[in-house]
C-alpha cells in the first residue's frame, strides 16, 4: 500500500504558476509510474501527465504541453507538478496517483492503483 498526499494547490490569476506536489508514505515512489490527473465541476476526470519509475520517459496531455512539467524526488519521496502559464480553464481539483504496471496505458486513469485525496487549483482571469 501507499498513501498519497497533495498539496500545493490555491487561487492564481491567468498567467501565473503553482508547483503541486505529491508526498508518499508507505512504499518508495521510485517502483511506481507516476500520474497526475484532474478533474473539473461536472467533467470527467481527465490525464494531465505521467513519469516514469526511472523518470527517463515523461507523457503530457495536449492542453499541458509546453506548460507543466512533471518531475520526482526519490530522496523526498515526492513527485511535483509544475504549473505554469496557467488558463482558467486549469481550474479542477488534481490528483496525483500511482501505477506499479509499467509504462503503458499510462493515460488511463483505470491503471493506476492508489490516488490522493486531490487538491484545488484555481485560476481567475
Known amino acids: 500500500q501507499v498513501q498519497l498526499v497533495e498539496s500545493g494547490g490555491g487561487l492564481v490569476q491567468a498567467g501565473g504558476a503553482l508547483r503541486l506536489s505529491c508526498a508518499a508514505s508507505?512504499?518508495?515512489?521510485?517502483?511506481?509510474?507516476m500520474g497526475w490527473f484532474r478533474q473539473a465541476p461536472g467533467k470527467e476526470r481527465e490525464f494531465v501527465a505521467a513519469l516514469s519509475q526511472t523518470s527517463r520517459y515523461t507523457d503530457y496531455a495536449d492542453s499541458a504541453k509546453g506548460r507543466f512539467t512533471i518531475s520526482r524526488d526519490n530522496a523526498k519521496n515526492t513527485v511535483y507538478l509544475r504549473l505554469d502559464s496557467l488558463k482558467p480553464e486549469d481550474t479542477a481539483v488534481y490528483f496525483c496517483?500511482?501505477?506499479?504496471?509499467?509504462?503503458?496505458?499510462?493515460?488511463?486513469?483505470?491503471?493506476?492503483?492508489?490516488w490522493g485525496q486531490g487538491t484545488q487549483v484555481t485560476v481567475s482571469s
Open positions: 496517483a500511482a501505477d506499479p504496471d509499467g509504462w503503458s496505458d499510462r493515460a488511463l486513469k483505470e491503471r493506476y492503483h492508489y
Open positions: 508507505g512504499r518508495t515512489l521510485s517502483r511506481y509510474v
